[in-house]
């Protein structure tokens, strides 16, 4: 318990006792070191701190960054085996060498056949 060091009346005062100027002021000094010890108190709790609370779940994925810059080429890959020559190459290469017969005239001939079908298709 604190330590008062204003006094304070007896409760029997009444209102015309002699004295009462100066038992009203033993009142008012007694609330005014009052108020001053409690305005004196730190707000807040007071004390060592606490320990250190658990970690929180992680919070969400940021946003995706930026593409970051390209690569270097690689080296150079060896170099590839000859190839067969394809039927296709084979095929024009063979009509070319027919007399009279150039790739040309067959797909011509080709482009022909092609748009006789589709007419017969259409009708």
């Known amino acids: 318990m604190a330590e008062w060091k204003a006094p304070l009346p007896g409760t029997d005062v009444k209102a015309g006792d002699d004295g009462h100027p ?19 108190i730190p707000a807040g709790p007071s004390g060592p701190a606490g320990p250190k609370g658990a970690d929180g779940k992680d919070g969400k994925p ?3 960054g930026a593409n970051g810059t390209p690569g270097k080429d690689g080296a150079a890959g060896p170099a590839g085996k000859d190839g067969a020559t394809t039927a296709a190459a084979l ?30 298709a259409g009708a």
């Open 91 to 120: 095929t024009v290469a063979a009509i070319d060498g027919v007399e009279g017969t150039t790739a040309q005239a067959v797909l011509e001939n080709l482009a022909k056949r092609l748009a006789a079908l589709e007419s017969k």
């Open 22 to 40: 100066t038992m009203h002021n033993q009142v008012v000094a007694a609330i005014l070191e009052c108020r001053t010890n409690v305005d004196g």
């Open 62 to 64: 940021g946003e995706k």
